[in-house]
């Protein structure tokens, strides 16, 4: 058997939402709830290792934060998994982001989810006390800032590429998707 490695899972089933307008749709339809499922998936295709990410997408951030434990759980579990944190620049999620960065120093944890699909943006002066935060743990507990790209708005490479300019000195990113997403497909 061939082994592979995945470097972005998700784990978390989230609930529908009428986006753009439509109908109510699940965005992640192959979304696992359990962390049972889970293994069995990386079972079935041969996954070796796999960084586990709260799955996230609807506009409401506490879903997704509500996924840290688990993913952390995961992570406790099984030794081919890594736990990602979701974290949050917005002020708004200044809270849920303080604790979730309680996590950070757990077994397992290797990187911290960031986003600005849910709003904020790498240059919004509101969003700076957050990155920095957020910048400072990573910095702190050696581990990767797992950061989500899409084509536009805020989320665009050339906004994010401001993280790079200001952070990637001494602190690890990971770039991801350049362009993916789900929304495309759901609208």
Not at 6 to 31: C, N, W
Not at 35 to 43: A, Q, V, Y
Not at 116 to 139: M, N, V, Y
Not at 145 to 163: F, N, Q, R, Y
Request: hydrophobic share 40%.
């Amino acid at each position: 058997m061939r082994w592979t490695n995945d470097a972005h899972r998700h784990l978390g089933v989230l609930p529908a939402y009428p986006f753009y307008g439509g109908p109510p749709v699940a965005p992640a339809v192959g979304s696992r709830a359990t962390i049972g499922e889970l293994l069995s998936d990386l079972d079935r295709e041969g996954t070796e290792r796999a960084l586990v990410i709260p799955n996230y997408g609807v506009p409401d951030p506490a879903i997704a934060f509500s996924f840290n434990e688990l993913c952390v759980e995961a992570a406790n579990k099984d030794d081919r998994i890594s736990a990602a944190l979701w974290v949050s620049p917005r002020a708004e999620d200044a809270d849920r982001t303080e604790e979730a960065l309680k996590l950070a120093g757990e077994e397992g944890v290797r990187a911290l989810k960031l986003s600005f699909l849910l709003g904020g943006r790498a240059s919004d002066p509101a969003c700076k006390p957050q990155l920095d935060r957020i910048l400072a743990t990573a910095r702190e507990h050696d581990l990767v800032v797992h950061v989500h790209t899409s084509p536009g708005a805020a989320s665009d490479i050339d906004e994010v590429g401001k993280l790079v300019d200001t952070y990637a000195d001494d602190v690890k990113l990971h770039l991801v998707h350049f362009g993916g997403g789900m929304s495309g497909h759901i609208k």
